[in-house]
């Protein structure tokens, strides 16, 4: 009995152990980051890279440079705009475009389909090399409308979100409101839009992340200094920091703050809508 | 009954034009265009392109030894991922077991995967650079200083220590998914399994394992095309070097197109990719799926 009593603590240590290592191996170069954000250059050479400076010691100097740099507020700037317009694109042409496909059998529906599951297969990065031909033809290379338009035509999760949600709306609830002599577009916006909420929650928070965290469009079709997005505006911060570390750190940090800060509020809507993919094909 | 008909297709066609119209510029024609640009030798900004049949195809696998190199070092990134995928399990496994604290692990464990993949590439530059580098002063103060290296600027090494990081990235996220797969198992299954004198080993191999085998093959399968199309990690860290040491497929085909302008070469390889990458997924859908029902 007592055995028993022992075995059960000891793996319960493991546990507490085995947690332990995973969140110091997230945390850990997290923290070196932060602690290098606050140190001088001078602490940077003579304190263990792993330990914080003295207490009363820390410097906010990074911070202040950074935060004082002329392209920062022009990245948030920036990344705000895409972010609102191509998130509004995606959740009116997101929602619509599951629920016809849910839910009526039409013409061409197959080819449709399979072009949306095409957009979802697509290799990202490689893809750019004949999409970019198509925004400089039509004029949109170094403005804010490339990343938009691009967001909106290829970034396709949202479908598959909105799909699952169309299907657990009843049929009933349509049939009913068309003997009513309600017309689609008002079905549409009266009572599916607002059932779909909770998915739209989920594509707005999920959105916001994927598109402040992208690199590679605004790298590729924004190079003008004045279009630089949060991400973008931290790539041209290092390549002008070469090697001064604590002001790099700094930026890191303010860069990743928002997309942090999102994901602690919203960890449940984020880790569900990002794994509902997986886990019901 | 035919006036609800015809105002039901003119609600489906206003509601699809225009996300459609977008797919098919921007999606679709690319796609198309990425395979007839592979049959020529165009360098991005000549108006006309001059056709050259397969020749792009046969330097692809005769003259492009530094695509191979790059094609390897993809094959570092899947193999230290699958490598995670057993710990990855039985961390789900134990986090499934429900004791306090493992909503926070889960938490926390999936934080990389949303974080800024810009900044936290930056942040372990730091943390394995040469000078004042994080990752050496654990080892020194472990007692290893024998094993300190230049971890990212050794051609024997750099993969490794990518591949890593990628792993750290990833590794929460594939956590939560089996995890998900793990709770999504009836607890009265468990319950039986248990009261019939199943022991835990008996658990995961009859129930836990055969149950979440959806979610098994998709983490794997997201690992060969994430691997494949592996990209930002290494461009913002070694930005593929020493000279191709650390490149993946997908850098190469980017630097390829953007930086010496061989947009025929580049489309040629970014074919290779789209093609195992459909392959990857209709392998998944198609073939695994219909074995799994017999």
Redesign the interface.
């Given at each position: 009995m007592n055995l028993d009593k022992l075995k059960r603590i000891l793996i319960l240590c493991v546990k507490y152990l085995v947690s332990a290592v995973i969140i110091a191996a997230v945390i850990g170069p997290l923290l070196v980051t932060l602690f290098t954000s606050v140190k001088t250059q001078v602490q940077l050479g003579n304190t263990s890279a792993i330990l914080p400076p003295a207490l009363g010691e820390w410097t906010w100097d990074n911070y202040a440079e950074v935060l004082g740099a002329k392209l920062l507020p022009d990245a948030f700037k920036n990344t705000g705009i895409i972010l609102v317009i191509s998130i509004f694109f995606n959740v009116l042409f997101g929602s619509v475009t599951a629920y016809c496909l849910q839910r009526f059998e039409f013409r061409f529906k197959k080819l449709i389909m399979g072009c949306f599951y095409l957009g979802m297969m697509v290799p990202t990065f490689v893809v750019e090399i004949a999409r970019f031909k198509v925004i400089q033809s039509i004029g949109l290379y170094n403005t804010l409308g490339a990343p938009i338009i691009i967001y909106v035509a290829s970034d396709l999760m949202q479908l598959y979100l909105y799909m699952q949600f169309v299907s657990k709306i009843p049929k009933a609830l349509d049939e009913s409101a068309l003997i009513d002599g309600c017309g689609y577009f008002r079905i549409f916006y009266r009572i599916i839009f607002p059932l779909l909420m909770p998915a739209t929650a989920t594509v707005i928070i999920i959105k916001i992340v994927n598109i402040v965290n992208d690199m590679y469009v605004p790298y590729l079709y924004m190079p003008k200094t004045k279009l630089k997005t949060l991400t973008t505006f931290l790539m041209n911060y290092a390549g002008a920091q070469q090697g001064s570390w604590p002001t790099l750190a700094a930026a890191i940090v303010v860069v990743l703050i928002p997309t942090v800060v999102l994901y602690l509020i919203f960890h449940k809507q984020i880790t569900e809508g990002l794994s509902a993919g997986a886990t019901k094909e | 009954m035919k006036s609800?008909r015809k105002?039901?297709?003119?609600?489906?066609v206003l509601?699809?034009a225009?996300?459609?119209i977008?797919?098919?510029?921007?999606?679709?024609?690319?796609?198309v265009?990425?395979v007839a640009?592979s049959f020529t030798s165009w360098d991005?900004i000549s108006p006309h392109r001059d056709f050259v049949g397969v020749g792009n195809y046969v330097d692809m696998f005769t003259k492009s030894p530094d695509l191979w190199l790059s094609l390897r070092n993809n094959f570092i990134y899947l193999a230290v991922h699958m490598v995670m995928i057993p710990i990855e399990l039985s961390?789900a496994v134990?986090l499934n077991?429900k004791?306090k604290?493992?909503g926070?692990?889960?938490?926390?464990?999936?934080?990389?995967?949303?974080?800024?993949?810009?900044?936290?590439s930056?942040?372990?530059s730091?943390?394995f650079?040469p000078v004042?580098?994080?990752f050496n002063?654990?080892l020194t103060?472990l007692g290893l200083s024998s094993w300190i290296q230049s971890w990212l600027s050794d051609p024997k090494v750099v993969n490794f220590v990518l591949a890593s990081v990628s792993a750290?990235r990833f590794s929460?996220?594939h956590i939560?998914?089996f995890s998900?797969?793990l709770t999504?198992i009836p607890t009265e299954v468990m319950e039986a399994a248990r009261i019939d004198g199943a022991n835990a080993w008996q658990q995961l191999w009859r129930i836990q394992l055969p149950s979440i085998w959806?979610?098994f093959s998709?983490?794997m399968f997201?690992c060969i095309r994430g691997t494949?199309?592996c990209?930002?990690i290494p461009f913002?860290m070694t930005n593929g070097g020493p000279g191709y040491a650390s490149s993946t497929f997908?850098l190469y085909?980017?630097d390829t197109?953007?930086k010496y302008n061989s947009?025929g070469m580049?489309?040629t390889?970014?074919v290779a990719?789209?093609v195992i990458?459909?392959l990857v997924?209709l392998f998944q859908?198609v073939v695994l799926k219909k074995v799994f029902r017999q």
């Open positions: - | 609800i105002s039901r297709n003119r609600f489906i509601s699809l225009i996300p459609v977008l797919l098919l510029m921007f999606v679709v024609y690319p796609s265009d990425l640009m991005g961390i134990m077991t004791f604290g493992t926070l692990v889960k938490t926390i464990a999936f934080l990389p995967f949303i974080i800024n993949g810009v900044g936290m930056y942040a372990f730091y943390f650079s004042n580098g994080a002063d654990i103060s750290w929460g996220y939560v998914l998900t797969g999504s959806l979610v998709f983490v997201d494949l199309q990209f930002d913002i997908t085909t980017i197109a953007f947009f580049a489309a390889m970014a990719i789209m990458v459909i997924y859908n």
